[in-house]
């Protein structure tokens, strides 16, 4: 984990936990306190060790800042998934929302995709917990015990996009099998169908039910097919490109760019432009002063900064 100026110039944060770092898991995301100017919080997620494979974890420590050295201190886990696993998916994405109130964490399936329909797996969800990891009272099943008290969201596959609109919509996105890469508008209690139906098929070429099959379960409001390994999500609302404002940007993994999702008056999205930036974009940032960042997947991945010319 690194702090990066503005010009690019990096210290390491020193005292980041071990993480489990196979695969597709490792350090996964990390967001600010909606109070860091007072509090200096940090939150962040990753694949912590444990019985030879390792569990999704969410954390907030605070961040010390002296002689040009950053460390973590007062590191508390806030969640943890069990059982442990050696698959992947952990998804591990955060978004706040607008009130600071609450935070709202993407769950993968583990790749053990029959959990994402378990009510009682930590696998395949997307929670809702008060900053302080405990689980609100309003939440769809708040007077129940475990995992169920935190859900929001259900029937998730592989999600590493998380981001509320301007209107205060929470969209997600996640990763399909041989095609259907979903964006979806979630909603409190929704049930988004994975396993049981996807607009993808397995990579085996065995079809899975097309979600226009079931309508008992939540249809994505946009879908890809072929993918674009859709990772990392955010919403345009600065001033340096103000024809993107109320966009969602979206990098691109398979895709190797960024995609800007418009909406209409309706509130549908639709793909309204796909950037090849050669590279595979893990995820994407909007700073205060409207450039757009975007950081690499793989060996020797960079961070970029985009501005307007």
């Not at 964006?183 to 085996?204: A, H």
Request: net charge negative; glycine share 14%; with cysteine.
């Amino acid at each position: 984990m690194f702090l990066v100026t503005q010009d690019g110039a990096r210290v390491p944060i020193e005292d980041v936990p071990e993480a489990y770092d196979h695969g597709q898991n490792g350090l996964l995301d990390v967001a600010i306190s909606p109070d860091f100017a007072r509090d200096s919080l940090l939150y962040f997620t990753r694949v912590a060790p444990e019985d030879g494979g390792g569990v999704l974890a969410l954390a907030r420590a605070r961040m010390e800042e002296s002689g040009g050295r950053a460390r973590l201190r007062d590191i508390e886990t806030l969640w943890r998934q069990l059982p442990s696993s050696r698959g992947g998916q952990p998804g591990g994405i955060m978004a706040f929302s607008p009130d600071g109130r609450h935070l709202f964490l993407a769950v993968g399936d583990r790749m053990e995709p029959g959990t994402a329909q378990d009510p009682d797996a930590a696998r395949g969800k997307i929670l809702r917990l008060n900053p302080d990891g405990s689980a609100p009272p309003d939440n769809p099943m708040a007077g129940q015990e475990g995992i169920r008290a935190l859900t929001w969201s259900t029937g998730h596959r592989n999600p590493y996009g998380l981001a509320f609109a301007p209107d205060g919509t929470l969209w997600e996105h996640e990763m399909g099998p041989r095609g259907g890469d979903e964006l979806n508008r979630i909603r409190r209690g929704g049930n988004y169908g994975w396993p049981e139906v996807s607009n993808g098929d397995q990579y085996s070429g065995w079809p899975i039910p097309r979600h226009a099959t079931c309508p008992e379960f939540d249809a994505p409001s946009l879908y890809w097919t072929p993918v674009i390994a859709p990772a990392g999500l955010a919403f345009y609302q600065g001033a340096a490109f103000p024809a993107w404002r109320g966009s969602a940007l979206i990098g691109g993994l398979r895709a190797e760019g960024l995609v800007r999702v418009a909406f209409g008056a309706d509130g549908k999205p639709r793909q309204a432009d796909r950037w090849p930036l050669g590279r595979r974009i893990r995820d994407v940032a909007v700073a205060p002063d409207g450039a757009v960042w975007v950081i690499e997947d793989g060996a020797g991945a960079g961070l970029m900064r985009l501005a307007a010319p």
